[in-house]
């Protein structure tokens, strides 16, 4: 079974600066999907981002982007000029590219406090 | 609007109390599925439907039934709520299952409350 970890509960940054969500995860296959996804307060679940395991190019969005490194089954999230608007927690999570049932397996998650 | 609605959105109930948590979605979405989330563990699948009358279980299904009778909805069904299923209910869909990306759509969450 996979499994995802987050080893960081919780973050914080300075309003403008630089941070990075670490993840991890552990799976046999090699075709799969990892994503970052966001829950403010309101507790809604947004996609963040997500990555292609067979893309070598890590994927970015806007501020976002991951650094996806396949060998070491990691899959970090980095968030550029942070704003206000991005304190949350974050969810690390996989999908099998073969899973018909189409599960997520999702980390523990980190709360990122940004400070102003 | 595309969305997936639950109801109730808050909930507090007693031991032994069946209650329904009701999923509706309007995308055409084949599958569905629910997760519930506790601190620290993230979301964890319950159960999941491919299409009308067909469930399978997730990871933690005991204490929980499903449903599938329209395409649109996929209730969620305590018969017998204990404390330990006090938690954060999310269901989800999707466009289908198969191999492939398919992204996920997630309702708003039903936060219940079992004394």
């Known amino acids: 079974a996979q499994t995802v970890t987050q080893s960081q509960p919780e973050m914080s940054v300075q309003e403008a600066e630089t941070v990075t969500l670490s993840c991890t995860y552990d799976?046999?296959?090699?075709?799969?999907?990892l994503f970052w996804y966001k829950q403010p307060p309101s507790r809604q679940m947004i996609l963040v981002i997500r990555q292609e395991a067979y893309k070598q190019q890590n994927a970015t969005e806007n501020r976002f982007s991951v650094n996806f490194q396949k060998a070491a089954k990691s899959f970090s999230l980095k968030i550029s000029d942070s704003q206000l608007g991005d304190a949350a927690m974050y969810f690390c999570?996989?999908?099998?590219?073969?899973?018909?049932?189409?599960?997520?397996?999702f980390g523990g998650g980190t709360r990122l406090m940004v400070k102003p | 609007e595309a969305q997936v609605t639950q109801n109730p959105r808050y909930l507090i109930t007693v031991t032994g109390k069946k209650l329904t948590v009701t999923c509706s979605q309007n995308?055409?979405?084949?599958?569905m599925s629910w997760y519930r989330q506790d601190p620290g563990l993230g979301l964890r699948q319950i159960y999941y439907?491919?299409?009308?009358?067909?469930?399978d279980k997730g990871d933690v299904p005991e204490g929980y039934k499903v449903s599938r009778k329209e395409k649109r909805n996929f209730p969620l069904i305590l018969e017998s709520p204990s404390p330990n299923q006090t938690s954060l209910y999310f269901c989800a869909s999707s466009s289908h299952g198969a191999a492939g990306y398919h992204e996920q759509y997630f309702g708003p969450g039903t936060r219940l409350t079992v004394t």
């Open positions: 439907s491919m299409n009308v009358e067909v469930t």
């Open positions: 995308m055409n979405h084949e599958y």
């Open positions: 799976t046999s296959e090699s075709d799969y999907y």
């Open positions: 999570a996989y999908r099998s590219a073969s899973n018909a049932g189409n599960m997520l397996t």
